[in-house]
């Protein structure tokens, strides 16, 4: 009877009602700890900015004149295909790496220390999002820059702005599923493995890299409905003209899909994870 009458209000202290502004408060002190992280560790920051410029180079120059000249203007008239293409892979990859970040977290003791603060859960979580969407935009700044440098033409700036925040928002979005894999799985290496197994086929088995004109029939059914696929498509619509309405709802369709599903998961995760 006494052990139950000590542990109720112990209860209560370890996980008391947190407001929403508190909540704000902890999630600004939480970026600016990961801010000041990455400053002390520039290396981090490598993947947001050499990712890009490879990719960017590797596509024009070894795949921009073949592929180019089923466009009917070759290698120029790829880059103008394939830049906006790439930046709906910048979200993809900023993900995968929030998750192993996050599994590396847990394994070094840090997010114990977390869960043991009287700071709210989702916190955490809304604080390593930020600073992810942060190096996505960066990433994304670097690729416009090399693209520009390789020949693509920005003709339309508020376009290429929307597109940008799109691709900040389904990014957004596909960090709940690899926050909540940094959760549950029981090694870096294996979030990393469940990526590249789920998001290889999502990249490929899409328009970021190719016209899906020339694939069978069922998976150019496959690649009208995925993600990656309209996201790549709103993006050049947006950018450098072309149809935008269905990549557009599409995107946000599985953004707001994948955020309401897995978002409360991954929080729930986070504070049960023994």
Same mark, same amino acid.
């Given at each position: 009877?006494?052990?139950?009458?000590?542990?109720?209000?112990?209860?209560?202290?370890?996980?008391p009602r947190?407001?929403l502004?508190a909540?704000?408060?902890?999630?600004?002190?939480?970026?600016r700890r990961?801010? !000041?992280?990455?400053?002390?560790?520039?290396?981090?920051?490598f993947?947001a900015?050499l990712?890009?410029?490879i990719f960017?180079?590797?596509?024009?120059?070894?795949?921009?004149g073949s592929?180019?000249?089923?466009?009917?203007?070759?290698?120029?008239?790829?880059v103008?295909?394939v830049?906006?293409?790439?930046?709906?892979?910048?979200?993809?990859?900023?993900?995968q790496?929030?998750?192993?970040?996050?599994?590396?977290d847990?394994?070094?003791?840090?997010?114990?220390?977390?869960?043991s603060?009287?700071i709210?859960?989702g916190?955490?979580?809304?604080?390593?999002?930020?600073?992810?969407?942060?190096?996505?935009?960066?990433?994304t700044?670097?690729?416009?820059v090399?693209?520009?440098?390789?020949?693509?033409?920005?003709?339309?700036w508020?376009?290429?702005?929307a597109?940008?925040?799109? +691709?900040?928002?389904?990014?957004?979005?596909?960090?709940?599923?690899?926050?909540?894999?940094?959760?549950?799985?029981?090694?870096?290496?294996?979030?990393?493995a469940?990526?590249?197994?789920?998001?290889?086929p999502?990249?490929?088995g899409?328009?970021?890299?190719?016209?899906?004109?020339?694939m069978?029939?069922? !998976?150019?059914?496959?690649?009208?409905?995925?993600?990656?696929?309209?996201?790549?498509?709103?993006?050049r619509?947006l950018m450098?003209?072309g149809?935008?309405q269905?990549?557009?709802?599409?995107?946000?369709?599985?953004?707001?899909?994948?955020?309401?599903?897995?978002a409360?998961?991954?929080?729930?995760?986070?504070?049960?994870? +023994?």
């Amino acid at each position: 009877m006494s052990s139950a009458t000590v542990e109720a209000p112990l209860a209560v202290e370890a996980d008391p009602r947190i407001s929403l502004r508190a909540h704000a408060r902890h999630t600004g002190a939480l970026i600016r700890r990961n801010l !000041l992280w990455i400053r002390q560790d520039p290396e981090s920051m490598f993947d947001a900015i050499l990712f890009p410029v490879i990719f960017t180079l590797l596509f024009v120059y070894v795949f921009g004149g073949s592929i180019g000249q089923s466009l009917g203007g070759g290698q120029e008239a790829y880059v103008q295909y394939v830049v906006p293409g790439l930046m709906a892979m910048m979200g993809m990859n900023m993900a995968q790496g929030v998750g192993t970040g996050f599994n590396t977290d847990f394994n070094s003791g840090v997010m114990d220390r977390f869960r043991s603060l009287p700071i709210g859960r989702g916190s955490v979580l809304f604080a390593k999002i930020a600073v992810e969407v942060m190096r996505m935009l960066i990433a994304t700044a670097v690729l416009m820059v090399v693209g520009v440098l390789v020949g693509f033409h920005i003709t339309n700036w508020p376009g290429l702005f929307a597109s940008v925040g799109l +691709s900040a928002i389904f990014g957004s979005a596909l960090m709940w599923v690899f926050l909540t894999l940094g959760v549950i799985m029981k090694s870096a290496q294996s979030v990393q493995a469940m990526g590249f197994l789920v998001l290889m086929p999502l990249q490929f088995g899409s328009s970021i890299f190719a016209p899906t004109n020339s694939m069978p029939g069922w !998976l150019q059914n496959f690649t009208e409905y995925n993600p990656l696929s309209s996201l790549a498509d709103a993006a050049r619509g947006l950018m450098v003209g072309g149809p935008v309405q269905h990549g557009l709802w599409v995107t946000l369709g599985w953004s707001l899909g994948l955020t309401v599903v897995m978002a409360p998961i991954a929080i729930h995760k986070f504070r049960t994870k +023994s």
